[in-house]
C-alpha cells in the first residue's frame, strides 16, 4: 500500500514515499504554509487508516495472511 500523496517535482508527479531524502526536503522548502498544512493532514489519514485497518485483519485473525 502506498501512501497516495503524490508530489509535483520537475513536470513529473512522484510519490512521496518513492522520493529521496533529499527530493522530499527541497520540494518542502517551496511549500506554503497551507500546502504543507494539506500535505500533513493526508499523511495523518493515511496513517490512521492504515492502523485501523491492520487493528481490524488483528481482530478477525486474518492479519497473517496479508504479511507474509
Same mark, same amino acid.
Given at each position: 500500500?502506498?501512501?497516495?500523496?503524490?508530489?509535483?517535482?520537475? #513536470? #513529473?508527479?512522484?510519490?512521496?514515499?518513492?522520493?529521496?531524502?533529499?527530493?522530499?526536503?527541497?520540494?518542502? #522548502?517551496?511549500?506554503?504554509?497551507?500546502?504543507?498544512?494539506?500535505?500533513?493532514?493526508?499523511?495523518?489519514?493515511?496513517?490512521?487508516?492504515?492502523?485501523?485497518?491492520?487493528?481490524?485483519?488483528?481482530?478477525?485473525?486474518?492479519?497473517?495472511?496479508?504479511?507474509?
Amino acid at each position: 500500500m502506498n501512501s497516495g500523496i503524490y508530489i509535483r517535482v520537475d #513536470k #513529473k508527479n512522484m510519490l512521496l514515499e518513492q522520493m529521496t531524502e533529499e527530493q522530499r526536503t527541497e520540494w518542502l #522548502k517551496t511549500l506554503s504554509t497551507e500546502g504543507l498544512i494539506r500535505t500533513v493532514n493526508i499523511l495523518a489519514n493515511v496513517l490512521q487508516y492504515i492502523e485501523t485497518e491492520t487493528d481490524r485483519l488483528d481482530l478477525e485473525g486474518d492479519y497473517d495472511d496479508y504479511t507474509e
